[in-house]
């Protein structure tokens, strides 16, 4: 070994740079170790690998569940957008117009230089689905013709594109997945009602099953929704202090309904505009996830969410006891499983060590280390991924098993409370703008709340907006809609 | 009543014309009966409205589980695909190149006259995804680098593009759903055995979920997917004696590991190309479900894949009965929830016959009229929608519950028989090309089956194919390749 190398520390953490370093680059690099996604050669667009799509399954699956409980149902729209349909609404337009993929041509001929050009140019441009509204507006009109039909409400898992000019991985691709839901009602207080009953469905689903809290409230009127009358969200704050938008709920008044012509004869014989709404949550709160979870070791996943709970690794220090171990561990996997438990074993044959900074870099909630000596004392070490080194305990065979599906219960509920207090800390509430400017100025970590009539209306407010690049992220509606979040975000 | 008025006779089906009278048009009255889907706005492209989306997200649920089973990994890729990555292997291209949708801008910007027009020109135009082969080539090419990497089984739910001629809702459609997974092998057998694997588990899911059965077997080469050395393939028989190809299972050889680049270092230490296949079940196939179960009162859902397996009709001939009717349908309908079998009251409030004729159309598979009668009685009137009037029984309510399982599983498995005696009838085994051509000549229903070697080479047999627009299906298994069906198809 050269007296160089020597001199070269090993890395305290399992992903460099840290958090602290530089956080957009510890972000990817965690993404990475994970092995969750990676950036596809088409620009802007992401690969969703197996372990990270796992998540997405989950989130899928779960969400999906809470959706149907609304009684909303899912149907399927085409991905395609004639130029004429997305043209009617003006606002919306001009808000997805810099930013769409264009169809212009339906196949492809020889160029008589043995390449390919577009032919078959179509009559009417075509764009990929920024978002549904206009395409399924169409339909509405046709599906809704009495109060008898309404409320109408349907779901679609999709994927959609919007050209992403500063791509990055989960949080903003070119093209990412997501459920759009569009419900249509016959006043405004009953849409204003489902916007709001859908941010709380996401509420609960951010705080039961991704273990993220967020400030829930309306946006102001500058950041809604190209065509919406009220915009609800919910801003999350990641680690660096910036916000993130994790989902939104439109209350779109008659907006759309005028533009696609979704109409309903009412009971007293009087034919009237519908309301309808709209809500959405992306492959992009993936990207929150790991923004609030992960550490300077990886990725930690709320055990809700994980694609595998349990991470069962078998300590192999000789070769005769191998068959042993695996069937021991196999049977350990059984258990758990019939319990409603995850888990996977590693046969990757790796060193004890490598595999398990391999499962702590992906996050795998709880890591079991079963070995001859294990089995022979009937006692099994596991440790609990969001704890450390303080996570880990050795406990009999019985006892792991009565306990795992407590541990996993606790280790969620204090992901919760732990992504909790950290948000609670960023924001701290001021009474100036020129505090504000300060808070800012002095590059401190988190948002700030202020009085709302403050920045209305403000020359200042304006300019601290530009010289820090924040925005306000929200009206809570813990403060009645009195009180604004501003922040640099996502 | 006018003369003529009394004349006309009440159509003595449900659904007009019948399956006999003009199939074509029976079968797009059947999905639109039942509102499975209607057409968009879209050239070509349909919209899966809810009832028929219910179908798709059973075929999904219990397939994805099944594919899960063989250890293959759900992931996504992208929608996009750069022309260079298309044109990389010269028969796929050609395959492909006359039925792309072509993204050529991305953005849109005014024409100055109120219009809006593509603009931002991609360097390089990108086409809708028509199959992923080469773009999830490229990222395996990065995945693969050693034998330890393989085998690597990977699979996509996601939405294709193929701009299609003469679109038919669900059986040609320009943009359709499907899966498609990718598996990458170190040898030709590994890949051979894979593709026969992966038809058997389709097979498996056509009988025992869909209730289709099919004539399982090898492709002819002209019939090959493009760059495959073999596909596999269920070619099922419609009411119509024409066949269709529900699924299909490739063996791609090292095709796309060579235009890919997925190289291996084996355990001799040497770099080796891998070997691929692919394999897809789309939307397509409830077409299929649709043209083998539904008869000329509509729809026939196999109740492993029905949205909803029991529709409880409540029936109310005295408002005062109402709330005890309701209560009493409710209480059945948890009961059956909680045997895992699904059921949906009829809330709207039509007549009996209306909410009779409803659920016929959908083809819920059982029926179960509850009125103050049969509560009274103690005793319900439920009816098997595959049966027709000999499918109606009364019988305790004790007697139901017990027994509704059996009543299922038997009609699943009534449909799978009634289908495979149909589907047998309709294949003919014929000795010579002139008896190939009497058969369609005549006009018969259905196709025919001979010796292989007779087709080959033979200017009479492409005389046949041209005059009658059939084509060879498959070399079925079970004649060991030696002979091979031919018949019209969809």
Chains 1, 2 share one sequence.
Not at 154 to 168: D, H, I, L, S
Not at 245 to 267: V, W, Y
Not at 313 to 322: S, T
Request: with cysteine; net charge neutral.
């Amino acid at each position: 070994m050269t007296e160089a190398a020597k001199n070269v520390k090993a890395p305290r953490t399992a992903i460099t740079p840290t958090r602290a370093e530089n956080f957009p680059e510890w972000y990817q690099n965690v993404i990475k170790a994970a092995d969750m996604a990676e950036n596809a050669p088409v620009r802007g667009c992401m690969i969703i690998k197996p372990y990270g799509y796992a998540v997405w399954e989950n989130i899928q699956g779960n969400l999906d569940r809470m959706i149907k409980a609304e009684e909303v149902q899912n149907a399927y729209f085409p991905l395609l957008i004639p130029l004429s349909f997305i043209a009617k609404e003006a606002e919306h337009i001009e808000g997805f117009a810099k930013e769409c993929a264009v169809v212009t041509h339906h196949r492809l001929e020889s160029d008589g230089k043995g390449g390919l050009v577009p032919a078959g140019p179509l009559t009417e441009p075509m764009i990929i689905r920024p978002t549904s509204e206009t395409i399924i507006g169409e339909a509405f009109s046709r599906w809704v013709q009495s109060y008898r039909d309404l409320p109408l409400k349907t779901n679609q898992w999709a994927n959609v594109m919007r050209w992403e000019m500063r791509p990055r991985i989960f949080l903003r691709t070119s093209e990412f997945l997501w459920q759009e839901g569009h419900n249509v009602f016959e006043t405004h207080d009953d849409a204003e009602k489902d916007a709001l009953r859908m941010i709380e469905v996401y509420r609960e689903f951010y705080e039961n099953y991704m273990a993220v809290p967020g400030f829930i409230g309306a946006k102001t009127p500058d950041e809604r929704f190209p065509g919406a009358i009220e915009t609800y969200t919910i801003e999350a704050f990641m680690q660096d202090g910036k916000a993130l938008q994790g989902c939104t709920s439109h209350n779109l008044g008659q907006t759309f309904a005028k533009s696609s012509d979704i109409k309903f004869l009412d009971r007293d014989g009087v034919q009237k505009l519908a309301w309808t709404t709209s809500w959405g949550l992306s492959t992009r709160t993936i990207g929150g996830l790991i923004m609030v979870h992960a550490d300077d070791d990886g990725m930690v996943m709320p055990p809700k969410l994980a694609p595998y709970q349990v991470g069962i690794l078998p300590i192999i220090h000789d070769e005769a006891d191998k068959p042993k171990i695996m069937e021991f561990c196999d049977k350990i996997r059984k258990e758990l499983l019939a319990k409603g438990v995850s888990a996977r074993i590693d046969k990757s044959g790796q060193r004890t060590s490598d595999m398990m900074w391999g499962a702590i870099k992906k996050g795998v909630p709880v890591r079991l280390e079963i070995g001859a000596r294990e089995i022979a004392e009937g006692q099994l070490t596991y440790t609990r991924r969001d704890l450390g080194k303080d996570g880990k305990k050795k406990v009999s065979v019985d006892e792991f098993l009565g306990s795992i599906e407590g541990v996993l219960a606790q280790m969620q509920k204090d992901m919760l409370e732990r992504a909790r207090q950290r948000m609670q800390g960023m924001v701290i509430e001021i009474k100036t703008l020129k505090e504000m400017r300060d808070f800012f100025a002095a590059e401190k970590i988190g948002g700030v709340k202020i009085d709302y009539k403050l920045i209305q209306d403000s020359d200042e407010f304006e300019a601290i907006k530009k010289e820090f690049s924040v925005t306000p992220r929200c009206l809570p509606f813990a403060d009645n809609g009195q009180k604004v979040i501003v922040a640099k975000a996502y």
